[in-house]
């Protein structure tokens, strides 16, 4: 492991993801997957997010329409929180559902609209 690395993810991690949710994450890793959440900390988030070429709002957007895309609702709802800490807006979000819609289809475009509301509640952006 590269330890310079897997800090740099942790403190990127962290800033998306919250401290509590990471912190808590890493704790209740076991044997079995300790160390696939190293590798992705170092890899992912220290290489992945450390790389500034792109800001963190972007990649987060970027994120949420690829995730999006492949389906996977649970860490999709996981992002759009880290999303929301990286500064992306109720509409940027709402658009990014859009050009899931018509390159995925609509009934994926309706699982992030339904998995958005509820994470836009949770951060009071929506009544």
């Known amino acids: ?3 310079e690395l897997f800090e740099k993810g942790l403190e990127k991690r962290k800033g998306t993801l919250g401290a509590d949710y990471v912190e808590k994450n890493l704790a209740a890793a076991d044997d079995f997957n300790r160390p696939f959440q190293e590798a992705m900390t170092e890899w992912c988030w220290g290489f992945g997010w450390g790389d500034e ?3 963190v709002k972007t990649r987060s ?5 690829m995730i999006g895309a492949l389906g996977k609702m649970t860490e999709w709802e996981l992002h759009c929180h880290g999303a929301i800490n ?6 940027e979000i709402r658009a990014i559902i859009h050009v899931i819609g018509i390159y995925c289809g609509v009934p994926q475009s309706l699982e992030c609209f339904r998995v958005a509301r509820k ?3 949770e951060h009071g952006m929506l009544d």
């Open 86 to 91: 990286n500064g992306v807006s109720k509409e």
């Open 61 to 65: 957007m970027m994120n949420l329409s």
């Open 119 to 121: 994470v836009l509640k």
């Open 1 to 3: 492991m590269d330890k």
């Open 53 to 55: 070429t792109i800001d």
